[in-house]
């Protein structure tokens, strides 16, 4: 036998997947908390999909552990980056950056439920797609302390990975191959994260093309 073969037995790939799997996870969700671009959604849909067809019974316990863990940190991280643009001018652009990516309609809607609601609404902003932005933006500017933001964000992150845990449960449960649903968990978490804007375009377009008063 070759020394590759040798290698090949020696390395089980259910442990390769998990060495390489799930740290990648953790630096793409960090990284999609810390830049919004990143789709950690379905990145957390698609690996509860394979950890269901996974033979070990702490698979999906560890993607909800890891998806958490790294959501958590990336939304301090960027918190804590903001606060800095509060008060010194090295940190403004991350305070600009967040304000670019929050429509001023939505961001009077955050205050407003700030105000309401206190730090159940960071819970409420990782459950509604492009509510994250907003909602943070709004705690900077009611110069919320870091630590009262840790406090309402550690159950907004558990409550987000549940719930795109379940998508890719559901996914995973209806096809035999993971592939196939991985690719259904990424069409409903992309359709999802869109769904907001298609329904602002059609209240535009119904206000364009509606009767004049």
Known sequence: MTPLGVLAQ??????????????SLFLLVVLGSLVP???TGALVSSAA??????TSPFALLLVFAVASLAAFLGDVGLYWLG????TSPGGSRWLARLRARAAPERLARAQD?????????????RLV????????LACLLSAMPLRRFVRGDLPACLAWAAAYQLIGLLSGSLFGEPWQGVLL????????SAAPALRR?????????????
């Open 37 to 39: 671009v990143v789709p």
């Open 201 to 213: 375009r059609l209240r535009r377009s119904g206000r364009d093309g509606g009767p004049p008063p």
């Open 10 to 23: 020696s390395v089980p790939p259910e442990s390769t997947q998990q060495a390489v799997g799930y740290p």
């Open 83 to 86: 606060r800095r643009g509060t």
């Open 113 to 125: 439920g700030l105000r309401a609601h206190g730090v159940l609404v960071l819970v409420l902003s």
């Open 49 to 54: 999909v394979v950890a269901f067809h996974h």
């Open 185 to 192: 968990a990424i069409a409903l978490t992309l359709l999802i």
């Open 129 to 136: 797609p492009g509510g994250r932005i907003p909602v943070m």
